[in-house]
């Protein structure tokens, strides 16, 4: 077999891990560094026509985070989580890196021709993008930090890779995983504080707001929602069926409301605290209820098809309530000095908390108020007025119509989109958008 030698130019090399350098400084994510990188790295002149890199990350939803780079068409991300499909799992075992870890080799080499026996599944992909040489590695992140990167390199030149590819290829390597273990820390970073904290929330204290008392006032619209006889269910059924239905409510009744520009602050018990941030006049007010509004519409059809489900199952339902408020809320750090929670707190607050409590009295799932109910227009049936603890006048309650409530074409459409999106593109979608600028939101302007 003749070897295909490629001039390797240092110059163009250095420039690269300058780069990777440089990168890490900047703070780059993931997804820059890698695409970054094996853009540059096939511009120095390295013979490459594929790339793959993983990296394992520490996130609810995902295990590791896959990057395929192909000549010609670009990266593509993917994410993994293990044990999730029994047929990615085969194919993982059936790995060249699967062989690397549990062999604890660092580097493996395979020169490929169509004759070639399949020694590894990947290797018919391979075969047919012409691929002639073939190396996979394993680079450990230190360690004690039980992360790191594994990842191959692709050639289909003639005879494959030269020796001083090769070393070039060795030596690129310890520069890209400085460069990717930055990326991956401050993706870990952020995964943790959107995971506890909420998106926005986390931004406001990865922007440096970690001083007990930082803060300032906003307005918003509030949802304050609520899984009835919690109690009872924990103490008949026992503590892991309470844990996977509360699960279930939260996947339910929770997931619109974290999406057009609201975000849940925190869960409570059994319920949870919305929050869609607005402006102080009327326009801005208007819609982010008619936004709340409209999560409101999703979850609660939502519901019906949970109960359904739960119905078939022979399982009871689960019964809920929803309180509905705008309002100024104070939203920053309170707690000891060592010990702080970002959250929202204030009148509105515990109004929109009472309105919730409310429900229960008059036995319906929604209770509004009537600033809310006035911003968002539509038919609405009053319920009366109640007077609530801390506010000096009584306060109108409403409670939206069957028709207010029913899901229009669009709104149905995006309700099914969500439930029939697979986990792998909810993951990508997830991550895409933490990555996306969010230059016209109040929360950006909120950060500046």
Not at 1 to 28: E, F, I, P, T, Y
Not at 272 to 281: I, M, N, Q, S, T
Not at 330 to 348: C, E, H, I, Q, Y
Request: hydrophobic share 40%; charged share 20%; net charge neutral.
């Amino acid at each position: 077999m003749n070897m295909h030698h490629s001039h390797v130019s240092n110059h163009l090399l250095d420039r690269v891990s300058h780069w990777l350098k440089q990168s890490a400084l900047n703070g780059d994510d993931l997804e820059t560094v890698v695409t970054g990188f094996c853009e540059r790295l096939a511009a120095a002149g390295l013979p490459l026509n594929r790339i793959h890199l993983s990296f394992s990350m520490l996130h609810p939803l995902y295990d590791a985070l896959g990057f395929t780079w192909l000549r010609g068409q670009g990266v593509t991300v993917e994410g993994y989580r293990a044990g999730e499909h029994e047929d990615d799992s085969n194919r993982f075992l059936k790995s060249p890196y699967y062989y690397l870890l549990s062999n604890s080799l660092e580097h493996l080499r395979r020169q490929i021709t169509p004759e070639t026996p399949d020694e590894f599944p990947i290797f018919e992909e391979l075969k047919a993008m012409g691929t002639t040489d073939y190396i996979a590695f394993v680079q450990s992140f230190g360690e004690a930090s039980g992360q790191g990167m594994i990842g191959s390199w692709s050639t289909d030149a003639p005879g494959g890779f030269s020796d001083d590819i090769i070393e070039a290829l060795l030596r690129i390597q310890n520069s890209l995983a400085v460069a990717a273990k930055m990326a991956v820390l401050g993706k870990l970073a952020d995964n943790m504080l959107t995971t506890y904290l909420g998106a926005n929330s986390g931004k406001r204290v990865l922007s440096g707001q970690i001083r007990r008392g930082d803060g300032e006032t906003i307005r918003a619209a509030l949802v304050m929602a609520d899984m009835r006889q919690s109690t009872m269910l924990a103490e008949r059924e026992g503590r892991q069926v309470y844990i996977d239905t509360l699960n279930e409510f939260f996947d339910a009744i929770a997931t619109p409301f974290n999406r057009d520009g609201g975000e849940i602050l925190s869960f409570l018990g059994d319920g949870f605290l919305a929050v869609y941030p607005c402006g102080r006049h009327r326009e801005p007010s208007q819609v982010a209820v008619h936004t709340a509004m409209n999560a409101v519409r999703q979850a609660t059809a939502r519901m019906a098809q949970l109960n359904d489900k739960r119905r078939g199952r022979n399982l009871g339902e689960i019964h809920y309530g929803i309180g509905l408020h705008v309002g100024n809320v104070m939203f920053g750090n309170v707690g000891l000095k060592d010990r702080l929670t970002f959250s929202a707190f204030g009148s509105a607050v515990n109004e929109v908390q009472r309105l919730q409590g409310l429900t229960k009295k008059y036995n319906i799932p929604i209770v509004a108020s009537q600033s809310f109910a006035g911003y968002c227009g539509g038919d609405w049936q009053t319920l009366g007025d109640e007077k609530l603890r801390g506010v000096r006048q009584k306060v109108t309650l409403l409670t939206p119509s069957e028709a207010h409530l029913k899901l229009d074409s669009a709104e149905a459409m995006l309700n099914g989109a969500l439930e029939t999106r697979s986990e792998a593109e909810q993951v990508m979608l997830l991550y895409h958008n933490t990555r996306r600028p969010r230059g016209g939101s109040l929360w950006n302007k909120l950060l500046q």
